[in-house]
Nanobody, 126 residues
Framework: QVQLVESGGGLVQAGGSLRLSCAAS????????MAWFRQTPGQEREFVAA????????YYADSVKGRFTISRDKDKNTVYLEMNSLAPDDTAVYYC???????????????????WGQGTQVTVSS
């Protein structure tokens, strides 16, 4: 089992920045692909970004490319999402997710992820 705990959400003005963190605990983390998704009421969970276990491969949704950066610290078992140039459309609950993948395939389909955090609210005011 893997437990994920997000932190760092909050209220920010449009154009501002936030950094989300997701701390993982539990079993060994080798081959653990981690990702961020977001969700607004009545909508499906939307892929934001994913990162390989080594941190050498990343994958972003077009809507956040160039504004958001995903990274990880393997020593701390933590993944980060640096969010810049935030817009009101970025308002959502942000979830950290994880899946074990021997081939380190970075997937955008939320149904392929087995472990989820509780979510952290990000609100961007105009």
């Amino acid at each position: 089992q893997v437990q994920l705990v997000e932190s760092g959400g909050g209220l920010v003005q449009a154009g501002g920045s936030l950094r989300l963190s997701c701390a993982a605990s539990g079993r060994t983390f080798s081959y653990l692909v981690m990702a961020w998704f977001r969700q607004t009421p009545g909508q499906e969970r939307e892929f934001v970004a994913a990162i390989s276990w080594s941190g050498g491969s990343t994958y972003y949704a077009d809507s956040v490319k160039g504004r958001f950066t995903i990274s990880r610290d393997k020593d701390k078992n933590t993944v980060y999402l640096e969010m810049n140039s935030l817009a009101p459309d970025d308002t959502a609950v942000y979830y950290c997710a994880a899946r074990f993948s021997g081939r380190q395939i970075l997937r955008s389909d939320y149904q392929r992820y087995d472990y989820w955090g509780q979510g952290t609210q990000v609100t961007v005011s105009s």
